[in-house]
T-cell receptor, first 114, second 116 residues
């Protein structure tokens, strides 16, 4: 079964540093998403991406965050200047087309900001 | 924006009993309601979903019901087994409504423990 792949699985970074989280969505999927989950809490929507541009973003997705699909396969989330409260599990997700609603989530990247 | 409430936060049942988890949503534009199972440290796994044009959907031991008028939906697991123990999240989305690309708004989760 096709999978959404995320790297790295765990990243530790110092406060104020930039991090890039990487995702390879399923190849024929068209809609891409980033979600985050602070430990023990619910999954929260960050941003959706379609047709090479951001479709929707939440209040969490401020100017410190950006997304890119640089080469048609990778889908990246960049946090410019990390804060302690950015520590969370970040999940990438994708779905195939407009009429298929089910998401496939990646295995996640645990980001720890120290 | 959408707000999803989920109850209970924890649920403990004996193996073989049924478990019911309930969610309410606020935005009448929401039309897609998935349920996810998440084991510790793992990704959310879609276990069942329902669209707003149906009232009930069943897949073996799992069923979901939707009441659009009351804006609530429920997950029913029958004949529970220890491997059903996990955190279950409901979510709602205005999929394709008004150009939405289907961002999911999640409930806070229910930790289900099935005792052998």
């Amino acid at each position: 079964e096709p999978e959404v792949t995320q790297t790295p699985s765990h990243q530790v970074t110092q406060m104020g540093q930039e991090v890039i989280l990487r995702c390879v969505p399923i190849s024929n999927h068209l809609y891409f998403y980033w979600y985050r989950q602070i430990l023990g809490q619910k999954v929260e929507f960050l941003v959706s991406f379609y047709n090479n541009e951001i479709s929707e973003k939440s209040e969490i997705f401020d100017d410190q965050f950006s997304v890119e699909r640089p080469d048609g396969s990778n889908f990246t989330l960049k946090i410019r200047s990390t804060k302690l409260e950015d520590s969370a599990m970040y999940f990438c997700a994708s779905r195939t087309d407009r009429d298929r609603y089910g998401y496939t989530f990646g295995s996640g990247t645990r980001l720890t900001v120290v | 924006g959408e707000n999803v409430e989920q109850h209970p936060s924890t649920l403990s049942v004996q193996e073989g009993d049924s478990a019911v988890i309930k969610c309410t949503y606020s935005d009448s534009a929401s039309n897609y309601f998935p349920w996810y199972k998440q084991e510790l440290g793992k990704r959310p796994q879609l276990i069942i979903d329902i669209r707003s044009n149906v009232g009930e959907k069943k897949d073996q031991r799992i069923a979901v019901t939707l009441n659009k008028t009351a804006k609530h939906f429920s997950l029913h697991i029958t004949e529970t087994q220890p491997e059903d123990s996990a955190v279950y999240f409901c979510a709602a989305s205005p999929m394709n409504y008004g150009g939405s690309q289907g961002n999911l708004i999640f409930g806070k989760g229910t930790k289900l423990s099935v005792k052998p």
